[in-house]
C-alpha cells in the first residue's frame, strides 16, 4: 500500500482566516514533506521533516507553519495568507535510508484558494 | 545551481508509438532518478525509479540512465490516449531528502 492521504480536497479561505492541511501515511515512512505547486509548474519543496523533526524549511514565509505530531501525521498550518498563496499543495512521504533518496510517494493534494 | 532540464513539449505521438521522454541534469553527484506522471489537476503518480547505469523495465515503461552522459529517460511503448499527461523527471543530488523536479514534458498520443 503506498497510499498518502490528504483533507481537505478543496479549501477556500479569506486573508485573516487561520486553516490546517492535513496528511496522512501508514507505510511506516519516517520522512514526510510538504510542496508548493502552481499551475504549469513542477512541485515545490517548502518543508521536510525526518523522524518527526523539521530537517529542512525552503525559506517559506511564517504564515505557513509545518507540524509533524507523530510519525504518521503532517500538518500545515495557514494564516494570513494572499492571493499568491493559491496552488496545490501537496504531501509526500518516503522511507529514510542511507546511501541514497528513497522514493516519495505522493497524496492527492489539496486545492487552496485564497480570496 | 543544481538543474533539471526537460523539454516542455508537446510531445505529439501516434497511438501505439514509443514515445521517448529525455532529461539530463547538473550534479554528477547524483544518484537517484524518477519519472513521475501527472495529469491535469491530479498529483504526480510515480511511474519509475532507477539507480544503476542501464535500463530498467516495468511493463510498457523503460528507464535509461546514463550518469556519464548526465541524463535519463523514459521510452513508452505502445502509447495510449491515456498515457496523456504531464511527465516529471526528478533528480535527488548526493543522497539528500530534496529532490530537484524538472519542469516537465508534456505527451500527447493521438488516437
Known amino acids: 500500500d503506498t497510499e498518502v492521504t490528504q483533507t481537505p480536497k478543496h479549501l477556500v479561505m479569506g486573508m485573516t482566516n487561520k486553516k490546517s492541511l492535513k496528511c496522512e501515511q501508514h507505510?511506516?515512512?519516517?520522512?514526510m514533506y510538504w510542496y508548493k505547486q502552481k499551475a504549469k509548474k513542477p512541485p515545490e519543496l517548502m518543508f521536510v521533516y525526518s523522524y518527526e523533526k523539521l530537517s529542512i524549511n525552503e525559506s517559506v514565509p511564517s504564515r505557513f507553519s509545518p507540524e509533524c505530531p507523530n510519525s504518521s501525521l503532517l500538518n500545515l498550518h495557514l494564516h494570513a495568507l494572499q492571493p499568491e498563496d493559491s496552488a496545490l499543495y501537496l504531501c509526500?512521504?518516503?522511507?529514510?535510508?542511507?546511501?541514497?533518496?528513497?522514493?516519495?510517494?505522493f497524496g492527492p493534494g489539496t486545492r487552496l484558494l485564497v480570496l | 545551481q543544481k538543474e533539471v532540464e526537460q523539454n516542455s513539449g508537446p510531445l505529439s505521438v501516434p497511438e501505439g508509438a514509443i514515445a521517448s521522454l529525455n532529461c539530463t541534469y547538473s550534479d554528477r553527484g547524483s544518484q537517484s532518478f524518477f519519472w513521475y506522471r501527472q495529469y491535469s489537476g491530479k498529483s504526480p503518480e510515480l511511474i519509475m525509479f532507477i539507480y544503476s547505469n542501464g535500463d530498467k523495465e516495468d511493463g510498457r515503461f523503460t528507464a535509461q540512465l546514463n550518469k556519464a552522459s548526465q541524463y535519463v529517460s523514459l521510452l513508452i511503448r505502445d502509447s495510449q490516449p491515456s498515457d496523456s499527461a504531464t511527465y516529471l523527471c526528478?533528480?535527488?543530488?548526493?543522497?539528500?531528502?530534496?529532490?530537484?523536479f524538472g519542469t516537465g514534458t508534456r505527451l500527447k498520443v493521438l488516437a
Open positions: 507505510m511506516g515512512h519516517r520522512a
Open positions: 509526500a512521504s518516503s522511507q529514510v535510508a542511507a546511501g541514497y533518496q528513497e522514493t516519495q510517494y
Open positions: 526528478a533528480v535527488n543530488p548526493s543522497g539528500t531528502y530534496k529532490y530537484i
